[in-house]
């Protein structure tokens, strides 16, 4: 009687190689789809993100007639971009103007916050030395609580003609210039909000001065 070969025997054998070459093959072809995807909705993608930014800056700004982009260059506030493959990379600040006079200046930055890190623009008056408006562009925080330095329109209406630097106080307790209450039990991510509009006008003021000097 003929002993019944066990079933792993019967089965064709598939050499590494042939498997090997069958998964580059399918990597490849998943590679150059995502590729042609992301080609394709690039310009849609570009398209949302400039409507975004522009729709803060009317909103900081409070409804300018129009803006001029101004790039940092080595320190300086120039209406020139240097010679790039994509000059929106680069380090940018708008000035809006109304009846031909400068209304403020759009001030785009980010630092961590509770979560992750928090993006915004806000709007700055170099005349009175006051931020106009502030709109989170991006942000991580958490929902409920954190969240609230974009959700809650008490919180934002406050930064609309406050004196800078601006000082954190608990709920209920300011009542000084630029004091302003932060979020009961979000003022890690309130606190973050104010440092990043401090620390973008500590190094950024001193350039619209000398641009301010230099029209």
Do not use: C
Request: hydrophobic share 40%.
């Amino acid at each position: 009687m003929t002993a019944t070969p066990p079933p792993d025997a019967q089965r064709p054998q598939v050499k590494s190689t042939k498997l090997i070459t069958t998964l580059a093959v399918a990597g490849m072809m998943a590679g150059t789809l995502i590729v042609t995807v992301f080609q394709k909705t690039l310009p849609a993608i570009e398209a949302h993100k400039a409507l975004v930014l522009q729709q803060a800056i009317q909103t900081v700004l409070s409804g300018p007639e129009r803006f001029d982009t101004l790039y940092v260059v080595d320190e300086v506030l120039t209406r020139d971009a240097p010679e790039v493959n994509n000059p929106n990379q680069l380090e940018r600040i708008f000035v809006g103007y109304s009846n031909g006079t400068r209304t403020g200046y759009a001030i785009a930055a980010g630092e961590p916050g509770f979560q992750d890190i928090i993006r915004l623009m806000f709007g700055y008056d170099h005349t009175s030395g006051e931020v106009i408006g502030m709109r989170v562009l991006e942000s991580k925080e958490t929902p409920g609580l954190g969240d609230k330095i974009e959700k809650d329109s008490s919180f934002v209406s406050s930064f609309r003609g406050i004196a800078t630097p601006i000082t954190g106080m608990k709920a209920g307790t300011s009542d000084e210039a630029g004091e302003l209450d932060m979020i009961t039990g979000a003022t890690i991510s309130s606190r973050a909000v104010i440092k990043i509009i401090n620390n973008a006008l500590t190094r950024l003021q001193p350039m619209i001065e000398a641009y301010e000097v230099s029209q």
